[in-house]
């Protein structure tokens, strides 16, 4: 039973283990930062093709699509997505068609590596210069896709839905637990990247059921829709609402003050690398072992390297970068 399920034994929350928790932390004492700042290594979560924050979300959402008598995915996202990858790769190994929406986004060395695994994944792509373009050709793509006259089920970028953001209450919970046990002391703030809202969101949300007085920082990378505190809390509630609809017990709302988001680090648009950002990016891995990537971690680890002892302290670093070897 997962921590959602002993919390709330009575709630309808259809679940399916797809990695392996407590993801370890541990103290990054060798970047040089004016902060006493840990890490979450959310990249070793998943057992197989992908990893990241992102299969955190597909734990909720692939059992919520057999639930609602589903048999095919559709979702959106930029042409070097994270999260497509990894809802194409776990679930099809469950049973489920994907159907992806891309849109063209600046293309690097990490982008073109993304297009390759993508095209081998087993999913059905449909590429868009625009999200306009993408918007307009979503009802085609819905009905080209349905199946004994159910239509997909829609998800938006990044899994961001109330269901898939129970991943990340879920992860806010396994904070706690490693916080009681003394892994880590209680982070004052977490530094995660936003591209869509949820995980944020879902931590935030976890982190209130769990007592913990922990603030989330969102370091937002994502310019195609609106990202801020208001957009991301609203989220937040829209999970406890699901919560509470699926017999638990949660009287939490949470409001803009609960959090930060901010757009200061994203650079000129979705996908766009930024100096600072690359700069992370090779130091930590030169000092600390780990791998980022340039258009989420990077950005959010150049955050904290920034505004050093600014962060309210302790701070936790979510890496959520879940790099795979893929033939």
């Given at each position: ?147 004994h006259g159910r239509l997909p089920y829609y998800l938006p970028a990044g ?44 931590l935030a949300l976890g982190l209130r059921l769990a007592g913990l007085r ?69 130091l930590a891995g030169r000092t600390e072992g780990l791998e980022l990537e ?34």
């Amino acid at each position: 039973m997962t921590r959602l399920g002993t919390r709330f034994p009575t709630a309808d929350l259809p679940f399916i283990g797809l990695g392996t928790s407590p993801t370890p932390v541990r103290r990054l004492d060798r970047l040089g930062l004016d902060a006493e700042v840990w890490l979450k290594d959310e990249s070793v979560f998943g057992d197989g093709g992908w990893g990241g924050n992102k299969v955190r979300k597909l734990e909720w959402i692939i059992p919520e699509a057999h639930r609602r008598g589903k048999d095919t995915l559709f979702t959106v996202g930029g042409i070097g997505t994270h999260w497509g990858l990894a809802a194409a790769l776990y679930g099809t190994e469950h049973g489920l068609q994907v159907v992806l929406g891309l849109v063209d986004q600046p293309i690097d060395d990490h982008v073109r590596d993304q297009l390759r695994r993508l095209d081998a994944s087993g999913a059905v792509i449909h590429r868009h210069r625009s999200v306009r373009r993408l918007k307009l050709a979503a009802p085609w793509i819905l009905a080209r896709h349905s199946s004994h006259g159910r239509l997909p089920y829609y998800l938006p970028a990044g899994g961001s839905s109330p269901v898939g953001s129970l991943g990340y209450v879920e992860t806010a919970l396994e904070i706690a637990e490693q916080v009681e046990s003394g892994a880590m002391p209680e982070p004052a703030t977490i530094v995660t990247a936003v591209g869509s809202g949820g995980t944020a969101a879902g931590l935030a949300l976890g982190l209130r059921l769990a007592g913990l007085r922990t603030r989330v920082l969102g370091v937002v990378v994502n310019d195609s829709f609106r990202l801020d505190a208001v957009t991301v809390s609203r989220l937040a509630n829209r999970t406890a609402e699901l919560l509470r609809t699926r017999g638990a017990d949660v009287s939490i709302e949470l409001g803009p003050d609960d959090l930060v988001a901010s757009d200061r680090w994203m650079g000129e648009t979705y996908g766009a690398s930024t100096p600072a950002g690359v700069e992370a990016l090779q130091l930590a891995g030169r000092t600390e072992g780990l791998e980022l990537e340039p258009v989420y971690t990077a950005k959010a680890l150049g955050a904290i390297r920034e505004l050093g002892s600014e962060l309210a302290g302790p701070v936790l670093f979510l890496q959520t970068h879940g790099p795979r070897a893929m033939a």
